[in-house]
Every structure is written in structure tokens, then in C-alpha cells.
């Protein structure tokens, strides 16, 4: 997993990577606020940021702010190093954005775990967002009819939203996911195919008579 290290002191900086890459993070290094808060907006940015809290051309607890209110950046799980020890100070980092905080001097033990817990979160957060996508496929794919279906009373072609009218089954092929396969039911078979099969017969005595009367 890729981690993004903002600190400006080098020696702290250099301990971070060492135990990052130690515990087999890819580590994206910078030195400053305003490079971190760059690199956090780029496509390919990674997904858990270690920020230093005081830092130069923009502090840490800036970047969380803009994380926040930053849709591309939003979903950043952010843990804030601080040498501050204070509650309110904690409380400050928090309520800007932090996910998370860690004191300085930096216990190696406690620092693992916490970002395993931002891998976990991040994890459950692609999760849902899985979910949630497969989720709306599904739904693109339901089509409901709704509302009121101004009908023809004679040839049952309904009137549609540019207020042309259509054959039935037209429109509901637009308007939902249904098939159609023509047939003809019983009712309709004795008015119409009976009878046009009674007329065909007729027709063609007629004609096998008139056939043999020129005869």
C-alpha cells in the first residue's frame, strides 16, 4: 500500500520511511505542506497520509480542512503527527479532518497500528463503494412504469412525452426491460382467424365454381 509522508524535519522524516518500508510500504515523501497538499490531488495519490502538524507553506491541520471540503480528497484516511500533547489540541486536529493523530516522539509499535487501522477503514470504504456500484448496475438495469398512461380508447396506442402517439408495445419496450413474443388469444382467434379463414374458403369455392361454370 502507498503512503504519503508529509514532514519537514529530515531526520524524522528519514525514520518514517525506513520503518514504512520496513513494514513494506511503497512511501511518497515530501517536505512541506503546499507539495503534500498537491500530491494529494493528483489521480494516483495515495489513500493514507501521514502529516506533520507544523509544517512550512501550509500546516497539516490546513490540509485536513481542504481534504474535507475537497471531493477528490475526501475519502483520504489522514493520520496527524503533532508533538502536542494537549485534549483541545487533539480535539482541533480532529474536527479539521484528522482521521487519526500520533504524538511525538513516535511510538513504532503504536504507528503500526494505527495505520493498520486506516488500512482497515479504507478497506470497509472499498467495500461499500463495491457494493454501492454494483448496486446502482442493478438498479440501471429496472425500468418501472409510473404515473398516468394516456391511452387511445379505440386502438390502444398510447400518447408518449413528446405527445406523439405509438403501438403499445413499442412504448413499453422503451420504458422497461420487457420482451415481446406475439401471439393471438383465444377470443381473438374465433373473431378474426376463424372468420377470415371461413372468408378464404368462401372465396376460393367461389372461385373453383366460376372455374368450372366457364367451363
Known amino acids: 500500500m502507498r503512503i504519503l509522508i508529509a514532514e519537514d524535519d529530515s531526520v524524522s522524516?528519514?525514520?518514517?520511511?525506513?520503518?514504512?518500508?520496513?513494514?513494506?510500504?511503497?512511501?511518497?515523501?515530501?517536505?512541506?505542506?503546499a507539495e503534500a497538499w498537491r500530491i494529494m490531488q493528483a489521480e494516483d495519490s495515495p489513500r493514507l497520509a501521514v502529516l506533520d502538524w507544523m509544517m512550512p507553506e501550509m500546516e497539516g491541520v490546513e490540509i485536513c480542512r481542504r481534504a474535507r471540503e475537497t471531493e477528490s480528497t475526501r475519502g483520504v484516511y489522514i493520520i496527524l503527527l503533532t508533538a502536542k500533547g494537549g485534549k483541545e489540541d487533539i480535539v482541533a486536529g480532529l474536527k479539521a479532518g484528522a482521521d487519526d493523530y500520533l504524538t511525538k516522539p513516535i511510538n513504532p509499535n503504536e504507528m503500526l497500528a494505527r495505520l493498520q487501522v486506516?488500512?482497515?477503514?479504507?478497506?470497509?470504504q472499498k467495500d461499500l463503494s463495491d457494493r454501492v456500484k454494483e448496486l446502482e448496475d442493478a438498479l440501471s438495469h429496472i425500468k418501472t412504469l409510473q404515473g398516468l398512461l394516456p391511452i387511445c380508447s379505440y386502438c390502444k396506442k398510447i400518447r408518449n412525452d413528446q405527445n406523439y402517439w405509438e403501438q403499445m408495445e413499442g412504448y413499453i419496450t422503451k420504458h422497461s426491460e420487457a420482451v415481446f413474443s406475439h401471439?393471438?388469444?383465444?377470443d381473438c382467434y374465433e373473431k378474426y382467424a376463424v372468420s377470415q379463414l371461413k372468408r378464404y374458403k368462401q372465396n376460393k369455392q367461389r372461385n373453383e365454381k366460376k372455374r368450372n361454370d366457364d367451363k
Open 118 to 124: 486506516g488500512e482497515r477503514v479504507l478497506g470497509l
Open 13 to 33: 522524516r528519514k525514520v518514517l520511511q525506513v520503518l514504512l518500508q520496513k513494514w513494506g510500504y511503497e512511501v511518497v515523501i515530501t517536505c512541506d505542506g
Open 183 to 186: 401471439s393471438i388469444c383465444p
